[in-house]
């Protein structure tokens, strides 16, 4: 039997308890404290991206630390002798139309979740979150035999329902926590005014999940992006194969093309660093919404 999980009444907000007293400001900590972890961490973290730069950048065979004379060698030869503009393609398709399609799904499965209650439904959310242990090698004999009776094989369309396959019970619990945070009472006000509930879902609800959708959908596109198993597994045309599997053909048991390597590594690496710096205010807005329950 199915439900609708009527709104809790609002809880009062909680008087603070205790004093600032003995707490440290940020005002009162010394700047060098901050600094200087901050400088360890981003020499950490930008040293190994800088070394791939150099590689990329600089002639095959020099060993100067900085790259000058510049060159583009590597990035022509990648692009157009080892076929990375089809990879960056099907990269392309695979990553939007998982995007789509798990940001769909998600979002009906989530606005059930959130909504409704029904048998069995923490035995349902206890098995989306236990799908999360499993690595994703142990869906490879199933998938592969499911998509060979379907002919499915050396299609693009197999990795992304793999992938969405994946990506679905995170992107269902996140949107479900997203939707909690919208207000019933928004909903129930629109069917007031003669909206049914599809309509007071797209005109009231839907606007306000913005943040939680840009969060759920740029982590699938990403996972999309960067995942090597399944293309590997169920592309065997190299016209079809995707990035990852593209990086790994540069690599070979007995030498490494180490300017290549670097050069398909930032083209691999640059859309997911543009999309992220375009989209930075958005996912930490749905990171906020989804943390605090309202």
């Not at 990269?91 to 069995?120: E, K, P």
């Not at 069917?191 to 840009?214: H, K, Q, S, Y």
């Amino acid at each position: 039997m199915i439900t609708e999980i009527a709104p809790a009444p609002r809880k009062a907000a909680a008087e603070p308890v205790g004093t600032r007293t003995g707490r440290r400001s940020w005002d009162e900590v010394p700047r060098w404290q901050i600094y200087v972890p901050l400088t360890v961490y981003l020499l950490f973290t930008l040293v190994p991206f800088y070394w791939i730069l150099l590689f990329a950048l600089r002639p095959a065979g020099s060993t100067s630390l900085v790259p000058w004379p510049m060159t583009f060698e590597h990035f022509e030869k990648v692009w157009t002798e080892r076929s990375f503009g089809t990879y960056f393609t099907n990269s392309v398709y695979v990553g939007l139309a998982t995007l789509v399609l798990t940001t769909v799904v998600a979002l009906a499965g989530g606005y059930a979740l959130a909504r409704f209650d029904f048998r069995l439904k923490r035995g349902f959310m206890l098995a989306l979150l236990c799908s999360q242990f499993v690595p994703g090698a142990l869906l490879l004999v199933p998938l592969f035999q499911i998509f060979a009776k379907l002919s499915m094989i050396n299609s693009l369309g197999s990795v992304v329902i793999a992938e969405t396959v994946f990506q679905l019970p995170l992107s269902m619990i996140l949107i479900s926590g997203f939707i909690r945070n919208v207000p019933y009472s928004l909903e129930e006000a629109a069917w007031v005014d003669g909206c049914n509930r599809l309509t007071a879902f797209r005109i009231v609800v839907l606007p306000l999940l913005r943040p939680g959708l840009v969060a759920v959908g740029s982590f699938a596109f990403v996972h999309a992006w960067n995942h090597f198993l399944f293309a590997l597994m169920f592309l065997s045309d190299q016209g079809k194969q995707t990035i990852p599997v593209g990086l790994d053909t540069l690599m070979s048991a007995d030498s490494v093309d180490l300017g290549a390597l670097a050069a398909g590594g930032i083209i691999a690496a640059l859309p997911v660093v543009i999309v992220f710096a375009f989209i930075q205010k958005w996912l930490i807005t749905g990171f906020s919404a989804g943390a605090v329950k309202g």
